[in-house]
């Protein structure tokens, strides 16, 4: 099928890679109009670059421990990125915190999936964190990337119950599952012209967002 038309991914990972294994399923599947140009990786041994390779795509690694530090390796990032001309930078797993000045020159065209209802948990060890509280609901989150962490603006997010005698694991591959549908979802959107960033608002088929919308909740297996 002809990429014409198609808005040019790049997925940037730390790990294994699963979110964007439900990309790669959603553009063979769904015919999510996108191509993915290509896959970056900070680490030489995440198992998503495999995932890249198996479908044919791009897959580099940019390891952060071959810089000084953390402007330089952002710089170096964002060149990398840029070749491949995106029209939308996809964080999928990607386990580092990024400078102002990456964030600011992908602003608009740079999202992140977030294990977490956000604003709540933001940062590290979410599953872990919405047990200790009590939460009763967790969930993930889709958003716009800012210079505040885990803090841009959300697009959607997708909720899963707590089960009594949940440990963080049972919890964790409950909301990866539902990430898997939540990331294409968004990416479709944006593809699509639905969604888009303006003067720091999400706005959805012309309208600012009030809450962000949630993902209809998984209809129950058949018997
Ligand atoms: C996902 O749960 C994603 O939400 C999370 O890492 C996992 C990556 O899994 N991202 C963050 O915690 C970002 N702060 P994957 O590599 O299998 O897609």
Do not use: C
């Amino acid at each position: 099928m002809s990429d014409v038309g198609k808005l040019p991914l790049v997925v940037l990972i730390s790990g294994s890679g699963s979110n964007l294994q439900a990309l790669i399923d959603a553009v063979r599947e769904q015919a999510l109009p996108v191509e993915i140009r290509a896959v970056i990786s900070n680490r030489g041994d995440a198992f998503g670059l495999e995932r890249a390779r198996d479908a044919g795509i791009e897959a580099r690694v940019l390891d952060h421990r071959e810089f000084p530090d953390r402007e330089s390796y952002d710089r170096a990032l964002a060149e990398l990125v840029e070749s491949y001309r995106p029209g939308l930078v996809v964080l999928a797993g990607f386990m580092r915190i990024l400078t102002p000045a990456f964030v600011q020159r992908f602003r608009g065209r740079l999202i992140n999936i977030h294990p977490s209802l956000l604003p709540r948990h933001r940062g590290l060890h979410t599953h872990q964190r919405a047990l200790d509280a009590g939460d009763r609901e967790h969930g993930a989150s889709v958003h716009y990337v800012t210079e505040e962490l885990d803090g841009g603006p959300v697009i959607l997010q997708a909720k899963v119950p707590v089960e009594p005698g949940d440990d963080a694991a049972t919890l964790a591959a409950r909301v990866l599952r539902r990430e898997h549908v939540l990331y294409p979802t968004v990416v479709r959107w944006i593809a699509e012209g639905r969604v888009r960033l303006e003067d720091g608002r999400v706005l959805l088929d012309g309208r600012p967002l009030a809450e962000p919308p949630l993902l209809e909740a998984e209809t129950a297996p058949a018997p």
